[in-house]
């Protein structure tokens, strides 16, 4: 009698314990969430293709593949040091007649952010500095320059939505300032049942060495993405187009985006 009590409160003890661990799972829409948040606290692994069409005097693919590892740090109770890198590796057309297509290493570009553990009036925010390392292979890649820059970000979660925006600006240290570009991504989200949500993320630029009317990079567009697991591991995959409505001479006039971000949480 005794040892079937025993084994039948072992039993729920299981059964809670599961129970237990499975509420404290986070839930596919959660993880949506927690992937749209630049600065969460959460380890995650992008990798990020840019497929960018009408490149060039031809109008030919360039294709620019962003690795982009995100390790927050914690600081103490109330801050978090999150750090974000941008390792470009890209697939550059030929650019003259008789000219081969060349493969090599961007500028690697991390950002730090510091971030309060909790939001700031339902305000999820963080500032700090953006850096350029002189990583470039060659030229035709980006000037291999050091520069650095201030950067911030902010945005608030409220139901299914996921709204703010990133921006940064970077100087060159060379005499010249030959670099100085100011990069905006506003993001909006809306989040679905089971881990599929709609999304809108461009990437605007704006260099400031170049003449007037190649100032500009203004992408319009979307895309849609899913957070699921295949077996124990979280994944983020998103497919998305845009156009650039105001594109400099030369530059891209359309691009598909397509990622799949590993995601670790705590």
Same mark, same amino acid.
């Given at each position: 009698?005794?040892?079937?009590?025993?084994?039948?409160?072992?039993?729920?003890?299981?059964?809670?314990?599961?129970?237990?661990?499975?509420?404290?799972?986070?839930?596919?829409?959660?993880?949506?969430?927690?992937?749209?948040?630049?600065?969460?606290?959460?380890?995650?692994?992008?990798?990020?293709?840019?497929?960018?069409?009408?490149?060039?005097?031809?109008?030919?693919?360039?294709?620019?593949?962003?690795?982009?590892?995100?390790?927050?740090?914690?600081?103490?109770?109330?801050?978090?040091?999150?750090?974000?890198?941008?390792?470009?590796?890209?697939?550059?057309?030929?650019?003259?007649?008789?000219?081969?297509?060349?493969?090599g290493l961007g500028n690697v570009?991390?950002?730090?952010?510091?971030?309060?553990?909790? @939001?700031? *009036? #339902?305000?999820? +925010?963080? =500032?700090?500095?953006? $850096?350029?390392?002189?990583?470039?292979?060659?030229?035709?890649?980006?000037?291999?320059?050091?520069?650095?820059?201030?950067?911030?970000?902010?945005?608030?979660?409220?139901?299914?939505?996921?709204?703010?925006?990133?921006?940064?600006?970077?100087?060159?240290?060379?005499?010249?300032?030959?670099?100085?570009?100011?990069?905006?991504?506003?993001?909006?989200?809306?989040?679905?049942?089971?881990?599929?949500?709609?999304?809108?993320?461009?990437?605007?630029?704006?260099?400031?060495?170049?003449?007037?009317?190649?100032?500009?990079?203004?992408?319009?567009?979307?895309?849609?993405?899913?957070?699921?697991?295949?077996?124990?591991?979280?994944?983020?995959?998103?497919?998305?187009?845009?156009?650039?409505?105001?594109? @400099?001479? *030369? #530059?891209?006039? +359309?691009? =598909?985006?397509?990622? $799949?971000?590993?995601?670790?949480?705590?």
């Open positions: 009698m005794h040892r079937r009590v025993l084994l039948s409160a072992a039993a729920v003890c299981s059964l809670g314990a599961v129970s237990l661990a499975r509420a404290e799972e986070p839930s596919a829409g959660d993880l949506a969430k927690a992937a749209q948040n630049p600065i969460a606290s959460m380890i995650s692994l992008p990798v990020q293709n840019n497929l960018n069409f009408g490149v060039g005097p031809y109008s030919r693919v360039q294709d620019v593949l962003n690795i982009q590892p995100v390790i927050p740090i914690s600081l103490n109770e109330d801050w978090n040091l999150i750090t974000r890198w941008i390792v470009p590796v890209i697939s550059q057309p030929a650019l003259s007649i008789g000219g081969e297509r060349e493969f570009n991390p950002s730090f952010f510091f971030s309060p553990k909790q @939001p700031t *009036g #339902g305000l999820i +925010w963080g =500032v700090g500095p953006t $850096v350029l390392l002189p990583t470039s292979t060659d030229k035709v890649f980006g000037k291999a320059v050091w520069g650095a820059g201030p950067g911030a970000v902010a945005l608030t979660i409220s139901g299914p939505w996921v709204i703010g925006g990133l921006v940064n600006h970077i100087w060159s240290f060379d005499e010249s300032r030959t670099v100085s570009l100011t990069t905006i991504q506003p993001f909006v989200n809306y989040n679905f049942h089971g881990g599929w949500y709609l999304t809108t993320s461009p990437v605007i630029t704006a260099n400031w060495k170049a003449k007037s009317s190649d100032r500009w990079t203004l992408p319009i567009g979307g895309g849609f993405g899913r957070v699921f697991k295949i077996g124990e591991q979280a994944v983020n995959m998103q497919l998305a187009a845009y156009y650039n409505a105001v594109t @400099p001479s *030369g #530059g891209s006039s +359309w691009q =598909v985006r397509t990622q $799949v971000q590993f995601l670790f949480p705590k």
